[in-house]
C-alpha cells in the first residue's frame, strides 16, 4: 500500500482517477450450475470492497479513498457469495487499525461522483465490468433493496437464470462494447482500460510472450498469455514473487503504476474501451 502523502492538485497536470472492485453476487447463485454462476457473477457483481485513487500522468497521488460497503459487507448472505470472502479476517484487522472505512453505498456513491468531478477521464484493469458492470448493478440493486418492491424485482432476476430456458444470445453490433464515455447520476466522463492500453503497448512484444512462456504465465485454456494486472505487474517489475492483493485499493495503486509505465512510453491516455484486447497479444503458439 502507497504510505506517501497526496500531493496537492493543481491545474498543470492530467489528473485520473483510478478504481478497482472486489465484489459478491445474488444469493440464488447458489441454485445454479458451475456455467450459469460465472454468468451470474459477471453479470450482477455486488460491491463490498472499492478503492480509487487520483494520480497524474507520471503516477503521483493525490487523492485515495477505500471503504467497505455496509449494505453487502455486513450481509452474510451477500458477502458469502464472494469468491474471496476468505479475506474477510484481513478487512475487520483494517477496520480496527481504521485504514478503512465501513460506510453505505449511498456515502461511497457521493465521494465517488464527487472525485469524478475533479479529473478528466477515469480508468481501471478491465474497465467494462468495474464502472459498467459492478458499480451500475450494485447501484440498482442497493437502491432496489431499499424500495417497496425489492422482493417482486429480485424475484425477476431470479427468474430470469434459475430453471429458465437456454436460450441464444443475441448477436450484438460490433462496435457496440466501445464506449468512450461513462455516465453516472448525472455526470459523463471520459474512460479507458488500463486492461487495453496494457495489450496494445505493454504486452504486444515478443519479449512479453517469451516471458509468459517462460514463467508459465497462461491463460486459464492455455490458448492465450496472461494478460492480468497480476502478470504485466510481474514483468513490469521483473518480480515473479509479487503477488496480486485483490483487495481494492492496493489493487489500484498496481493499476495506477502500471499506466504510469505505459503512459512513460506513450506520452498520452488513448480513451474508450475495446472488447477482447487479450486478443491482441495473440494465441500461444
Not at 458469502?80 to 487499525?97: E, F, M, V
Not at 455526470?187 to 508459465?216: E, G, S
Request: hydrophobic share 35%; aromatic share 14%.
Amino acid at each position: 500500500m502507497n504510505t506517501n502523502p497526496p500531493e496537492k492538485m493543481d491545474k498543470r497536470h492530467h489528473y485520473f482517477l483510478i478504481l478497482d472492485c472486489e465484489t459478491a453476487t445474488v444469493p440464488f447463485i447458489k441454485e445454479l450450475d458451475s456455467a450459469t454462476q460465472k454468468k451470474v457473477s459477471m453479470l450482477c457483481p455486488l460491491i463490498y470492497n472499492i478503492g480509487w485513487k487520483i494520480v497524474d500522468s507520471k503516477g503521483r497521488e493525490y487523492n485515495r479513498r477505500s471503504f467497505l460497503i455496509s449494505e453487502v459487507f455486513s450481509n452474510p448472505d451477500l458477502f458469502n457469495t464472494a469468491y474471496y470472502k476468505d479475506k474477510r479476517p484481513l478487512y475487520i484487522s483494517a477496520l480496527c487499525r481504521k485504514s478503512i472505512d465501513i460506510v453505505t453505498w449511498f456515502q461511497a456513491r457521493a465521494k465517488l461522483i464527487a472525485d469524478i468531478e475533479k479529473v478528466e477521464a477515469i480508468g481501471a484493469y478491465n474497465a467494462a465490468f468495474d464502472y459498467y458492470k459492478a458499480i451500475r448493478f450494485t447501484d440498482r440493486f442497493i437502491e432496489k433493496s431499499y424500495s417497496t418492491n425489492f422482493i417482486e424485482w429480485y424475484e425477476q432476476q431470479r427468474a430470469k437464470f434459475v430453471n429458465a430456458p437456454a436460450r441464444k444470445s443475441k448477436s450484438k453490433p460490433k462496435n457496440s462494447n466501445q464506449k468512450e464515455d461513462f455516465t453516472f447520476h448525472g455526470i459523463k466522463v471520459p474512460i479507458f482500460d488500463i486492461w487495453f492500453l496494457a495489450c496494445k503497448y505493454l504486452m504486444n512484444t515478443n519479449k512479453y510472450r517469451d516471458y509468459c512462456l517462460n514463467n508459465n504465465h497462461l491463460s486459464e485454456s492455455g490458448k492465450y498469455y496472461s494478460t492480468s494486472a497480476e502478470t504485466a505487474y510481474r514483468f513490469i517489475k521483473q518480480d515473479e514473487d509479487f503477488n496480486e492483493a485483490h483487495t481494492a485499493i492496493e489493487d489500484a495503486d498496481i493499476e495506477s503504476e502500471i499506466l504510469a509505465h505505459i503512459l512513460k512510453k506513450k506520452g498520452k491516455i488513448e480513451i474508450g474501451i475495446k472488447p477482447f484486447p487479450f486478443q491482441l497479444v495473440g494465441k500461444v503458439e
